[in-house]
């Protein structure tokens, strides 16, 4: 490639990377890096918190909801500036996302009638435009392994993954294979 092709190319993409409008998120609460980076990771683009930027934003965050939270805003109410704010933005048919329930914490040890009470909540607030963040799921996963075990393929459809990635040489148990095939993940070699 000659100087002029390359720089021709470069000055293509810095331009259309200038062009592409990127994605601005709001995370409704204090500045935490741990939220940021994981809120990144799920959506990508700029993230803001409350306070550090002027809208409008193309997504509205709330790094939990609690289940007092959860409560109340399924009534209607709002305690605090965080739930007002996000109550406002359901009021005016505003999406927002929330990274985690904390009501799912304890989903191995609570009674089911309470199960059941924040399930309830959780479809209320879905009507209402209050829905979780799904994580990012791979499309693949590549693993280095020699021995493909039945555990193995449920590692990768656990992820969301449809497809094991595997080495050339590697043996796929009869078990793992029939996993692979039940929960329909592809295994490839590479």
Do not use: K
């Amino acid at each position: 490639m000659d100087i002029e092709a390359l720089v021709r190319a470069v000055v293509a993409e810095v331009t259309r990377q200038l062009q592409t409008p990127r994605v601005r998120v709001l995370v409704l609460g204090g500045r935490d890096e741990a939220v940021a980076a994981e809120t990144a990771r799920r959506l990508g683009g700029d993230i803001h918190f409350s306070g550090e930027a002027e809208g409008p934003f193309d997504h509205y965050v709330l790094p939990s909801l609690s289940c007092s939270d959860m409560a109340d805003l399924a009534a209607g109410r709002a305690a605090g500036e965080v739930m007002a704010e996000t109550l406002g933005l359901l009021l005016r048919s505003v999406p927002v996302q929330v990274l985690a329930y904390e009501w799912r914490e304890h989903a191995a040890t609570a009674p089911e009638a309470l199960l059941r009470l924040y399930e309830g909540y959780e479809r209320q607030l879905a009507a209402y435009g209050l829905t979780l963040l799904e994580p990012v799921r791979p499309q693949s996963v590549r693993t280095r392994t020699t021995v493909i075990t039945e555990s193995a393929v449920r590692e990768a459809a656990d992820s969301g993954a449809c497809a094991l990635q595997i080495p050339a040489r590697a043996i796929v148990t009869p078990l793992a294979a029939d996993t692979a095939r039940t929960l329909n993940v592809t295994i490839s070699t590479f």
